[in-house]
């Protein structure tokens, strides 16, 4: 966002809630301040005080559009709003999302007001005893989420594969399409590993379901060692089921150690009725990796053209990706040994 | 000239670290610093080792090139995935100036990078060989840009 809008954000906060909620008066907004918390989507927190009565909380999030690593055709603003509003509906526990506006005269972009829910986000940070207990609900969650009926809760325009195989082969697709477009210097990583996953390509998925994407902690805000809330749905897709689990895998297991990460997949599968695919689980971990990399091409690419010339797309794009880099040559250079 | 660009980067980034940092409240503010911190460190290596790093990526290219060449004259399968490619490794020359060389680079690079999406899926042999190249390849330049890349100053 500008400059200017950022120090104007008090003001239309203010003007936006007393033109949404037209049955209140006075309304006050307070304590707006920055989340340091997150690395694409620019976000804010703040407090908002009225006289009369309205069905919206009073500590509220302000998540701009702009972001460092994601185009619409990936991962829009609107795509992901339109999933909270379906899961508000669900047991999964999601921020109330109240407002999506794309009418660039209120603060120059698209943007969303969500409810702040209360929580922690630090995993790494937590007793062991607290860790398993989260990811213990967490498991379940995933399984009810896992189990929603996506067609019934409007989703389908998230892009449902028509069968299994395609399942695999659309996100491949897709991402291939985005790394040749955000690519500024020729990466044969990158080239070596798309080949790679063309050629163990899953064609067995058991059900077709709602995945998040990005899932586990990091996406997390826990209170007492439950999930209060899943925080981060912009990577959204209908697919297989394995690509969830996948990237609980990858994420967790070097925090938890081989035994609590195989507990909680038996844990999955026994709550959620999905068997375990650890063929497709492996494919969709070393697709997350190039999927990883090619998002953080879009924060080279914005910041070498000018696009968004600020260090924090700098860091993300550059130093973000090292480790899936690495990951993925060890892959193909193993597959070829 | 005295300061080296090199110098004074250390410097900036002594400002930020003793001066401003301690200063700053919002963790926003302490998470943009330290980005800028980052950028600094990488910007120094990149100023003082990225020239030497790219003569070797060079010369890394080339022989990638030659193999791939000598390949495709003993290989009929490779020879066809590679026909389209013109696998001319380029003037072999001294490189002073870091803008042209690096542009070299990303033009080997293009190269090796088309390689790697026609090579055949079933190989043996020669195209073998020089799969195992390419992926040496990748390796090293993996390790090069990560020399520049994974930096962390404090």
Not at chain 2, 63 to 70: E, K, T
């Amino acid at each position: 966002m500008e400059p200017d809008t950022i120090e104007r954000l008090p003001g239309i906060l203010r003007a936006y809630l007393s033109e949404r909620l037209p049955g209140v008066r006075n309304v006050a907004i307070r304590n707006v301040a920055r989340s340091p918390g997150g690395n694409s989507r620019s976000m804010w927190f703040f407090d908002a005080d009225w006289e009369g009565e309205a069905p919206v909380a009073k500590r509220l999030m302000f998540r701009a559009n702009e972001s460092t690593c994601f185009r619409d055709e990936e991962a829009s603003l609107e795509k992901e709003y339109r999933v909270f509003r379906a899961l508000q509906e669900t047991p999964v526990p999601v921020p109330a999302n109240y407002w999506y506006e794309r009418d660039p005269s209120w603060a120059g972009e698209d943007f969303v007001i969500r409810e702040r829910v209360e929580g922690d986000t630090d995993f790494r940070g937590l007793p062991a005893a607290s860790q398993r207990a989260i990811l213990g609900h967490f498991i379940e969650l995933l399984a009810i989420q896992h189990n929603l009926d996506w067609e019934a809760l409007g989703l389908g325009f998230l892009g449902a594969p028509e069968d299994g195989p395609a399942c695999a082969r659309l996100v491949v697709e897709r991402w291939e399409r985005a790394t040749k477009r955000e690519l500024l210097d020729p990466q044969p990583v990158m080239t070596a590993t798309m080949a790679w996953l063309k050629r163990n390509l899953p064609t067995e998925v058991d059900r077709i379901v709602l995945g998040q994407g990005q899932v586990g902690p990091g996406q997390l805000l826990f209170r007492d060692d439950r999930v209060a809330a899943s925080l981060d749905w912009e990577s959204a897709f209908i697919g297989d089921p394995m690509s969830d689990l996948a990237y609980l895998d990858f994420m967790v297991r070097p925090m938890i150690g081989d035994e609590a990460m195989e507990a909680l997949i038996v844990r999955y599968g026994e709550l959620s009725g999905i068997p375990i695919r650890r063929d497709n689980m492996r494919f969709y971990t070393v697709f997350q990796s190039y999927w990883a990399v090619s998002a953080c091409l879009a924060a080279v690419n914005r910041f070498a053209t000018g696009e968004m010339r600020k260090t924090q797309t700098l860091v993300l794009g550059m130093a973000a990706p090292r480790s899936f880099l690495r990951r993925m040559e060890r892959i193909v250079r193993e597959d070829a040994a | 000239m005295r300061p080296t660009p090199a110098e004074i980067v250390e410097g900036l980034q002594y400002n930020l670290r003793a001066d401003l940092l301690p200063e700053l409240e919002s963790a926003w503010a302490k998470r943009i610093a330290g980005n800028m911190l980052w950028a600094l460190e990488h910007l120094k290596q990149r100023l003082t080792g990225e020239h030497a790093l790219a003569v070797e990526e060079n010369a890394d290219l080339r022989a990638v090139l030659a193999g791939a060449a000598s390949a495709r004259d003993s290989d009929a399968a490779l020879a066809e995935a590679l026909a389209a490619i013109d696998l001319a490794p380029g003037e072999a020359r001294e490189w002073p100036a870091s803008e042209a060389l690096i542009a070299e680079n990303a033009r080997l690079r293009a190269v090796v990078d088309a390689i790697v999406e026609a090579f055949p899926a079933h190989r043996k042999g020669a195209a073998e060989d020089l799969w195992r190249e390419i992926l040496g390849y990748i390796a090293r330049q993996t390790e090069r840009d990560g020399a520049l890349i994974e930096v962390n100053p404090d």
